[in-house]
């Protein structure tokens, strides 16, 4: 089934909103360095979840969505009233590690053996022969 361009459009409304509030209205510490990574919102608008990517260990994360959580009830009414939706969604916040996982990837992938010059045959080379593997037609 195709997917819905109504809630995709209202999730980044929602995230835009969500990271100005954070950033204006939230006082609570234990947020620290969070950054809405995304917002995914159900079909019908009512429920969103919110992933948060933090700057810091595991406990810095734990401490940060668990303080996005609590403060979720005041949230939810700020972003309903902002964005002028009808009904303001149910906000879960979520912890989401792409980020760390894209870099642990990239440090795997810097870490690999380079070919050398000679190593890396340019297309074609290696073939002494004439024969090239592909399959030729019969007169």
């Known amino acids: 089934m195709k997917e819905r361009r109504r809630p995709r459009q209202v999730a980044d409304v929602v995230r835009e909103e ?3 509030l954070i950033r204006t209205e ?3 510490p234990a947020v620290g360095f969070a950054t809405l990574t995304d917002v995914v919102l159900s079909s019908d608008l009512r429920s969103a979840r919110v992933f948060v990517s933090v700057f810091g260990g595991e406990g810095a994360f734990e401490k940060s969505v668990a303080a996005l959580n609590r403060a979720a009830p005041m949230l939810r009414g ?5 964005c002028g939706l009808r009904f303001a969604p149910e ?3 979520e912890e ?10 990239e440090e ?8 050398s010059p000679d190593e890396a045959a340019e297309p074609g080379e290696g073939v002494e022969d004439g024969k090239t593997g592909k399959h030729e037609e019969k007169e």
Do not use: T, Y
């Open 26 to 28: 939230v006082s609570d």
């Open 96 to 105: 989401d590690h792409s980020i760390e996982r894209g870099a642990r990837i």
């Open 18 to 20: 969500l990271s100005r």
């Open 108 to 115: 795997i992938l810097k870490s690999l053996p380079h070919p």
């Open 91 to 93: 906000l879960l916040f």
């Open 78 to 82: 700020m972003v309903g009233r902002n």
